[in-house]
T-cell receptor
């Protein structure tokens, strides 16, 4: 059974640029959630995708957007990067309904 | 964003000691989860609790879902060096995306 994978592992961008982060869900999981984790903080929910549709969103501006593909993999896109977007971005996959979400290793984004 | 109140923020203990940490919320949750995160990694699910009053063990780890549904605790018995890391509690609602709301984390350091 393959776990959650994310790419790239690290990324450096400058303010105003755009970035795309990728996530492959754990085998059999059709729901993908994205979280932002600032240094020294717990993860914050960005949004969730189920059946290729956004299924809930946290308190993040529209410049954070996503996609889910038929194979359940997902992308997180961030436009007009700001310095405060520097964080670890975590992807988690799960089955629908209550229960554990299983996290990938994350993508460390640095915005200069 | 919304966060749970997790305490203590950090713990410095001797190898072999027992550890206790807890998490409280002003909101009711239907599921409580405990995760461990090592440096440079994503959170790893330790225990999931689904029912008020439930007490669940995973090896040396024991967690309980508070009867009010607003709190949970995690105990680690006979700590060993590989227990070092950051422990996060997370609450999960029942509506919509069932996003995870995380605490700020408890950093555990063990002196051999």
């Amino acid at each position: 059974e393959t776990g959650v994978t994310q790419s790239p592992t690290h990324l450096i961008k400058t303010r105003g640029q755009q970035v795309t982060l990728r996530c492959s869900s754990q085998s059999g999981h059709n729901t993908v959630s994205w979280y932002q984790q600032a240094l020294g903080q717990g993860p914050q929910f960005i949004f969730q995708y189920y059946r290729e549709e956004e299924n809930g969103r946290g308190n993040f501006p529209p410049r954070f957007s996503g996609l889910q593909f038929p194979n359940y993999s997902s992308e997180l896109n961030v436009n007009a990067l700001e310095l405060d977007d520097s964080a670890l971005y975590l992807c988690a996959s799960s089955l629908p309904g209550p229960g554990g979400q299983f996290f990938g290793p994350g993508t460390r984004l640095t915005v200069l | 964003g919304q966060q749970l109140n997790q305490s203590p923020q950090s713990m410095f203990i001797q190898e072999g000691e027992d550890v206790s940490m807890n998490c409280t919320s002003s909101s009711i949750f239907n599921t409580w989860l405990w995760y461990k995160q090592d440096p440079g990694e994503g959170p790893v699910l330790l225990i999931a609790l689904y029912k008020a009053g439930e007490l669940t063990s995973n090896g040396r780890l024991t967690a309980q879902f508070g009867i009010t549904r607003k709190d949970s605790f995690l105990n680690i018995s006979a700590s060993i060096p590989s227990d070092v890391g950051i422990y996060f509690c997370a609450g999960q609602g029942i509506q919509g995306a069932q996003k995870l709301v995380f605490g700020q984390g408890t950093r555990l350091t063990i002196n051999p």
